[in-house]
């Protein structure tokens, strides 16, 4: 069936680059996304990716898609103190259709 | 501006009542959807709605309903609340076509005791 699978925690120092991993299983997935959540709040989408594309970057972020391997980034530059969150790989079939959702990774930046 | 909405913020129930969470956008957006998200658990679907009149059931399903009478709400029922269901819900809608993802809700905490 159906899984989306990440890492549960990442620390990083404030300036350095973070790198946060997700694996999916569903090979017709056409869709996937990565959500931010900040604490007491709802998903934000930061960034999406079609299955077609290898990699897309977006000022500080940069995703990669290894569609052989089921296996997605989201690397973020220059990680600020206001990057602490969760982090929600998600993919889905179809755009604005249902969505499976990885459990997330929480990112601690240190000053 | 389009915004989506869930109320109340935070709800104590105690075990065995029923409890219905709100969720309202004002988006026109045709999909809706209904998460619950625990520790180690992340996201699971409960509910969706591809329309008016349209519900599918998600993952974990049991124990919840939803009904669609309009657009712009979906409100989530649980029909005798257990502790199994304490947890925090989010609310979702999405557009039909595009690639613009989900706008999610604040989220409502419930506790059930």
């Known amino acids: 069936g159906e899984d989306v699978e990440q890492s549960l925690f990442l620390s990083v120092r404030e300036g350095d680059s973070s790198v946060i991993n997700c694996t999916y299983t569903?090979?017709?997935?056409?869709?996937l996304y990565w959500y931010k959540q900040e604490p007491g709040a709802g998903l934000q989408l930061l960034t999406y990716i079609f299955s077609n594309m290898d990699m897309k970057q977006d000022q500080r972020l940069t995703v990669l898609l290894n569609k052989k391997d089921k296996h997605l980034s989201l690397r973020i530059a220059d990680t600020q103190t206001g990057d602490s969150a969760i982090y929600f790989c998600?993919?889905?079939?179809?755009?604005?259709?249902?969505?499976?959702f990885g459990a997330g990774t929480r990112l601690f930046v240190k000053a | 501006d389009a915004e989506i909405t869930q109320s109340p913020r935070h709800k104590i129930t105690e075990t065995g009542r029923q409890v219905t969470l709100a969720c309202h956008q004002t988006w026109n957006h045709n999909n809706m959807f209904w998460y619950r998200q625990d520790l180690g658990h992340g996201l699971r679907l409960i509910h969706y709605s591809y329309g008016v009149h349209d519900t599918n059931k998600g993952e974990v399903s049991d124990g919840y309903s939803v009904s669609r009478s309009n657009t712009e709400d979906l409100p989530l029922t649980l029909e005798s609340a257990a502790s199994s269901q304490t947890s925090v819900y989010f609310c979702?809608?999405?557009?039909?076509?595009?690639?613009?993802?989900?706008?999610f809700g604040s989220g409502t905490r419930l506790t059930v005791v």
């Open positions: 979702a809608s999405s557009e039909s076509k595009g690639d613009y993802g989900y706008t």
């Open positions: 998600a993919e889905s079939m179809a755009g604005g259709f249902k969505t499976i």
């Open positions: 569903d090979s017709s997935s056409t869709y």
